[in-house]
């Protein structure tokens, strides 16, 4: 089933609980046109709404007029879409011929499975995984390392990456914020393949100065 149309949009408050709008575009080319029936299933397990073009379905296609013109609209309001959605203000809208899914932002699931993962490793006692972008000698990182001791939490570097193999090496013989299973990856933050990196909970961020900087004063 191919997509034909993908909408992020944003949740309005009402007294009945959230409100979400979705009006023509290609409605009437999925099937869903001013006046039909379609099914609402709620899947709290996976957390999405799926509407199916249905004969025998409770719900139905209104539709808005703009200019001169009608177009398809479905409007959804209750409770369970404002207590499924409950930490967010905005969803991903999936349409395909005869089905419509409606699920997190993927931005937004990302963020709840952080908070999630943090939380579990906070429970278990575990160290916070950090990483750091233009690492320098790692002295932002160490500050943030410590202060999280200082809480009784514990964190490492799972990696650091800076182009300057002089700071990199103080940083790797001097610094306590190294953890046991890390990786050095001596080069420019351009140069990294993202998606073969572990995954942090905390990433610390220099600024990358490549190269020499020239500062001009006036003479007066």
């Known amino acids: 089933?191919?997509?034909?149309?993908?909408?992020?949009?944003?949740?309005?408050?009402?007294?009945?609980?959230?409100?979400?709008?979705?009006?023509?575009?290609?409605?009437?080319?999925?099937?869903?046109?001013?006046?039909?029936?379609?099914?609402?299933?709620?899947?709290?397990h996976h957390s999405r709404i799926c509407l199916t073009v249905s004969d025998e379905g409770t719900h139905r296609v209104s539709r808005k007029k703009v200019g001169e013109r009608y177009y398809p609209l479905i409007d959804l309001v209750n409770r369970q879409l404002a207590e499924l959605f409950a930490d967010v203000d905005r969803v991903q809208v999936l349409i395909e011929e005869g089905r419509i899914t409606i699920e997190y932002h993927r931005f937004d699931r990302m963020r709840l499975n952080r908070e999630a993962r943090l939380a579990d490793t906070l429970r278990d006692g575990r160290p916070i995984p950090m990483a750091s972008l233009a690492h320098g000698a790692g002295i932002l990182d160490y500050y943030v390392h410590k202060g999280l001791e200082d809480e009784n939490i514990r964190s490492g570097l799972i990696w650091a990456v800076e182009p300057e193999n002089t700071y990199l090496q103080s940083s790797w013989s001097n610094n306590p914020v190294w953890s046991y299973e890390c990786e050095v990856i001596e080069g420019r933050i351009e140069d990294i393949e993202a998606s073969e990196l572990k995954a942090p909970l905390i990433v610390c961020a220099g600024l990358p100065l490549h190269g020499r900087f020239k500062v001009r004063t006036s003479q007066k």
């Open 1 to 44: 089933m191919s997509r034909l149309q993908t909408s992020y949009l944003k949740l309005a408050d009402h007294k009945s609980g959230k409100r979400l709008w979705i009006q023509g575009l290609r409605l009437d080319e999925a099937g869903y046109a001013i006046g039909c029936l379609y099914s609402m299933d709620i899947d709290n």
